[in-house]
């Protein structure tokens, strides 16, 4: 999907049935300069150091609170100049 279009950010989870959001967001840098958030039930330390290190922009933990999530994603793309929030999903939430 990241091949076919532009987006003005990416949440990513970390664990996914057919690899891992690490693997993914690497994929996503390579092709697009946008602000990534991860989005995973992991919440312990080794996770957390590891997506930050990424570069990833946020990291958030399951249960999360909806209004929170919203904020952070508006944060991010602030920080990185676009346009405030526009959801259009590229896949499951």
Do not use: H, W
């Amino acid at each position: 999907m990241i091949a076919e279009g532009r987006f003005d950010l990416a949440l990513v989870d970390i664990s996914l049935p057919d690899g891992n959001g690490f693997a993914v967001c690497t994929e996503i840098r390579q092709a697009q300069d946008i602000p990534d958030i991860f989005l995973t039930a992991s919440g312990d330390e080794a996770s957390v150091v590891t997506g930050l290190n990424m570069g990833a922009d946020d990291y958030i933990t399951k249960p999360f609170r909806p209004r929170e999530l919203v904020a952070r994603i508006e944060a991010a793309l602030r920080k990185s100049g676009r346009p405030r929030l526009r959801l259009k999903y590229a896949g499951f939430l």
